[in-house]
């Protein structure tokens, strides 16, 4: 699956994402301020894996969210057990991550579909 298709997948199921023209316009799962990112090339987001495929992780959706780049970044270089938090302390947070992702969770609708209003 492409890079766009992914972002386009994750942001229909987060009921934060609504599509405005080519944009989807929501909020980032790590600071939860407003994001927007390009619908056919996904710039203007990153792609999280909340739980680290290197811990464990996967690319089901549930464990993938769009945030903002510096929060991706801010994420790795304060909560990365092997610089500076206990591995304790990262699994609650990503814990606290992953409990987010779901409260936000949407069924996605069949491709070709257009997304669901947000609420």
Not at 69 to 86: F, I, L, T, V
Not at 93 to 107: A, G, S, T
Request: with cysteine; hydrophobic share 30%; proline share 10%.
């Amino acid at each position: 699956m492409s890079l766009a298709r992914t972002f386009d997948q994750v942001a229909r199921t987060d009921s934060t994402f609504e599509r405005r023209g080519d944009l989807w316009v929501g909020k980032c799962l790590i600071c939860n301020g407003p994001i927007a990112f390009d619908a056919r090339t996904g710039e203007g987001a990153t792609l999280e894996h909340i739980r680290a495929r290197s811990r464990g992780g996967t690319d089901d959706p549930r464990n993938l969210a769009l945030v903002h780049a510096s929060c991706n970044h801010e994420k790795g270089r304060r909560w990365d057990p092997r610089r500076r938090r206990s591995a304790p302390d990262y699994d609650t947070f990503i814990d606290r991550l992953l409990r987010r992702r779901l409260d936000r969770w949407r069924d996605a609708p069949p491709p070709g579909t257009p997304p669901p209003p947000r609420p």
